[in-house]
Nanobody, 126 residues
Framework: QVRLVESGGGWVQPGGSLRLSCEAS????????MGWYRQAPGKQRELVAV???????NYADSVKDRFTISRVYGKNTVFLEMNSLNAEDTGVYYC????????????????????WGQGTQVTVSS
């Protein structure tokens, strides 16, 4: 059974920092890409940051120079270091495991190789 477990969300004041973690279990092949997406109230889920197995990264323009994504390959774990947080960063953050790279390359995404965590809430307010 595949599980992605996120942790590290919470409340922070504007300008503050948080570090999100996600560990994937039950996947016994190399995961091509792991990433973070977020969904704000009333909005669609959007990409925040993704990292491939060769450390190629992709960030949303709104988080460049503030957020840093990293991976620990032996443990199928991905982190998101978030600095200089503002109210627009508020939302539920979801971890994604793109096992075959279908999502990264924009191909049709097979249900049995693309997995999501349950999400962790990040709230930025004063």
């Amino acid at each position: 059974q595949v599980r992605l477990v996120e942790s590290g969300g919470g409340w922070v004041q504007p300008g503050g920092s948080l570090r999100l973690s996600c560990e994937a279990s039950g996947i016994f092949s190399e995961i091509f890409a792991m990433g973070w997406y977020r969904q704000a109230p009333g909005k669609q889920r959007e990409l925040v940051a993704v990292i491939t197995s060769v450390d190629t990264t992709n960030y949303a323009d709104s988080v460049k120079d503030r957020f840093t994504i990293s991976r620990v390959y032996g443990k199928n774990t991905v982190f998101l270091e978030m600095n200089s947080l503002n109210a627009e960063d508020t939302g539920v953050y979801y971890c994604n495991a793109d096992v075959t790279g279908s999502r990264w390359y924009g191909y049709r995404i097979p249900a049995d190789s693309d997995y999501w965590g349950q999400g962790t809430q990040v709230t930025v307010s004063s």
